[in-house]
């Protein structure tokens, strides 16, 4: 026995960990064993906590065998000489990968709540197991942090068998582990207590993480729902609003899409860690959303998000922060339409795949700074983008994701919209709250 259980296994781990400080890092725990271990690395380092949810995708008839990884964001990994020497047909292919879907998408929701999962773009993943045996999901977990655009990743265990540096190599940029004994039957040999860990106690150690990265004396911040005022009608929204925000996006959606939009709620997320308020809420009852006619309204949409600006004003959160838009699809036009009225005092504007040139008449007339994010590969956007930009004649930029399709599926290309919409809503509301911008 070397670790008297996972808690104490991560607080031995930390110091071997110790040169990632001051890094942009973030600590993924494996479900459910690893996340105590990771939970005292990301206390220890002072960084942020997370899930590294991975499901394997086993051959139909021998399910052991692994022919893949899949992980959230829509990233698989496919170890296509497995396939091919199984004999896996793309329909068995697609069997199995739907199957382990529902079942990662489940336990996301279950451990997560609404909250998105971490940014891994551009950032060091530092990988947490209770300790490798085989090291097959050790090895897909690195392989989807990588998909994911990390631009380094470490795998850190308290205990490994003496081969595992060999095993796991290839997939991972560094390999931590302090004890790697030559007789190694199972991982709780080491563990003087490894009782199963339970899904309560991993909600619980997000929730901790969550609660210690808020700023001192300040709850982080929770969602909250809402009945927005719009006109006669109450729309239903979630409002997040950390405390001294700089300032509080809107939310328009488009397309049919609502305040429940993975991709818009993983943008959000990605604003609300920078110290952003948020509010997502639907511009369309349930009934109005049967008619298709409606999410082409631009007008209509752009009256709602108006009303719902004019109902968050009144919000005791929302009496200092500036106000900006985030737009998707034809949200995107309902966003500029609102902005463009006389007295909508909004700060910054942000379109996401979006429709702009269904504002057409009302371009000229936006005030507010405003930044088109597009595609790289949707063209047909990216060319109707172009034209709208020459009819603005505000502060503008157009930002084009490479590889980036309408939705933004592609591994690292909804976080690359993150970080582009965070640095232009903080760069002007910064401006707007220290008396440099309009307002």
Not at 22 to 50: F, I, M, N, S
Not at 130 to 154: E, K, L, M
């Amino acid at each position: 026995m070397l670790f008297l259980d996972r808690r104490d296994a991560g607080r031995r781990l930390a110091p071997l960990l110790k040169h990632l400080e001051g890094t942009d890092v973030v600590v993924l725990g494996l479900p459910r064993g690893g996340v105590p271990v990771a939970a005292e690395v990301a206390k220890a380092l002072g960084v942020p906590l997370d899930v590294c949810l991975v499901r394997k995708l086993g051959v139909p008839f021998q399910p052991e065998l692994g022919m893949g990884a899949i992980g959230e964001g829509g990233v698989r990994v496919i170890n296509d000489e497995v396939v091919r020497t199984a004999r896996v047909t793309a329909h068995d292919l697609a069997e199995v990968e739907a199957r382990e879907r529902d079942v990662l998408e489940s336990r996301a929701r279950r451990y997560r709540g609404e909250r998105e999962p971490a940014v891994l773009a551009g950032r060091t993943v530092l990988i947490v197991d209770d300790g490798v045996a085989t090291g097959s999901t050790a090895r897909a977990a690195c392989q989807i942090a990588h998909a994911h655009g990390a631009a380094r990743v470490v795998l850190a265990v308290p205990v490994a068998p003496h081969d595992w540096a060999a095993r796991l190599g290839a997939d991972a940029d560094e390999l931590v582990c302090p004890h790697t004994p030559w007789s190694f039957y199972a991982i709780g040999q080491f563990y003087d207590d490894f009782s199963q860990t339970d899904d309560d106690e991993v909600v619980a150690c997000l929730k901790e993480a969550l609660a210690r990265r808020a700023p001192p004396g300040q709850a982080a911040p929770e969602d909250r729902e809402v009945n927005v005022r719009a006109g006669p009608l109450v729309l239903r929204g979630q409002l997040t609003v950390p405390g001294s925000a700089l300032g509080i996006v809107v939310f328009a959606h488009g397309s049919g899409s609502s305040r429940r939009s993975p991709r818009n709620r993983f943008v959000a997320a990605g604003l609300n860690r920078a110290g952003l308020g948020t509010l997502l809420c639907d511009l369309l009852t349930e009934e109005e959303e049967m008619d298709r006619a409606n999410v082409f309204d631009t007008e209509l949409l752009a009256r709602r998000l108006t009303d719902a600006t004019g109902w968050l004003r009144e919000q005791p959160e929302a009496q200092g922060p500036a106000i900006g838009y985030f737009g998707a699809s034809t949200g995107a036009a309902a966003a500029l339409w609102a902005a463009a009225e006389p007295d909508a005092r909004i700060t910054a504007v942000v379109s996401r795949g979006g429709r702009p040139d269904l504002a057409g008449p009302r371009l000229p007339a936006v005030t507010a700074p405003t930044l088109l994010i597009v595609g790289g590969d949707d063209r047909l956007v990216l060319g109707l983008n172009r034209d709208a930009q020459a009819r603005l004649r505000c502060e503008n930029e157009l930002a084009v994701v490479p590889g980036a399709t309408h939705l933004f599926e592609e591994p690292g290309t909804l976080e690359r919209v993150t970080h582009l919409a965070r640095d232009w809503f903080t760069d002007h509301m910064a401006s707007a709250h220290d008396g440099v911008g309009r307002f």
